[in-house]
């Protein structure tokens, strides 16, 4: 049904702005947002970036992986998507983890582009500007890069610090030479789908950008540089856990290179 004539124009403003956004047949870009007990900042996060991207004039979706929080996540997100159909929802149960999140999130769309955010803002969603012109430029891959030159780390206690980077100093004797990343780590990157054919990605663990820059049709890399913010609220969910799945990552990675 067309909007009436007789409104004036900004009450025509309005009632087209309460029209559902329909979701686009052929997205350019799926993002994927994994969340675990991030319902403090779920709402904050898919504002921002659905402001960093519109002004791209680009299709995109974002699909929200939830596993299974129980706070309020799955309310808010399902609140917002029913006024934009880009937004999807998907709660998984008995189900744990942030690289299988990001997974399951993939395979729901037929974007040309998938992407992964953390949805605690630490990662600006600002940024993604930046990182969708590279991908333009003809990159596969394009690191949000907090070790690039000019990027950084905001409130990190030194052990932290350090941590950080004795897990990217380890990464060295898998990743390959032409296309090396200061950030292997990051959590935050967009790829070309053509780089992940025919790739099993591991279904556990808390990153996955390692193992597609070892095992992925890479050619080539861009870095963003971005300082690491502070979380706005819930939990961080690292942990010993998370020290152990890199550990087994890198052995089978350090196997696969040998090979």
């Not at 991207?53 to 995109?60: A, H, R």
């Not at 029913?82 to 690289?99: C, I, T």
């Not at 950084?152 to 380890?170: E, K």
Request: charged share 20%; hydrophobic share 45%; aromatic share 8%.
């Amino acid at each position: 049904m067309g909007i009436p004539s007789i409104l004036s124009g900004q009450d025509r403003a309005s009632v087209l702005a309460e029209q559902p956004v329909l979701a686009p047949r052929f997205p350019q870009l799926g993002l994927v947002i994994p969340t675990l007990h991030e319902a403090a900042n779920i709402r904050t996060v898919l504002q921002r970036v659905q402001e960093s991207l519109e002004p791209l004039g680009i299709s995109y979706e974002l699909i929200v992986v939830d596993d299974d929080s129980r706070d309020g996540t799955d309310d808010i997100v399902q609140e917002m998507a029913a006024f934009d159909g880009r937004l999807r929802f998907v709660n998984r149960k008995g189900q744990r983890g942030l690289g299988s999140a990001v997974r399951s999130g993939w395979e729901l769309t037929d974007a040309e582009v998938l992407g992964v955010i953390d949805a605690d803002l630490q990662h600006p969603p600002e940024v993604l500007t930046q990182l969708w012109e590279a991908i333009g430029k003809g990159s596969d891959i394009v690191v949000a890069s907090r070790y690039a030159p000019h990027g950084g780390v905001a409130a990190w206690s030194p052990a932290r610090r350090l941590i950080s980077r004795v897990a990217v100093w380890m990464s060295l004797p898998v990743q390959r030479p032409e296309i090396y990343v200061h950030d292997p780590m990051s959590g935050f990157f967009l790829v070309r789908r053509s780089c992940l054919e025919n790739l099993v990605l591991r279904t556990q663990g808390f990153k996955i950008l390692l193992e597609i820059l070892v095992r992925g049709k890479v050619s080539s890399v861009a870095e963003v540089p971005f300082t690491f913010g502070c979380r706005l609220g819930g939990k961080s969910k690292a942990g010993f856990k998370v020290v152990l799945d890199y550990l087994f990552l890198l052995a089978r990675l350090w196997q696969y290179r040998a090979r």
